[in-house]
């Protein structure tokens, strides 16, 4: 699916690259202080719940 082996044959190994996946209906703006530096790049809701009682807050 990703041929992970090509891109290590090009030397490509990710070296300073950081990738975090919070999957807890982490709200866009939340308050929580281990989220205060964070820098959130992309935020997809795939379930188009309108329940707001799971959001991190």
Avoid: Y
């Amino acid at each position: 699916l990703l041929e992970a082996e090509k891109i290590w044959s090009m030397n490509i190994c990710g070296s300073g690259v950081r990738v975090g996946i919070f999957d807890t209906g982490l709200a866009p703006t939340a308050s929580h202080p281990h989220f205060q530096r964070a820098r959130i790049q992309e935020r997809t809701d795939w379930t188009s719940s309108d329940d707001q009682d799971s959001l991190l807050r």
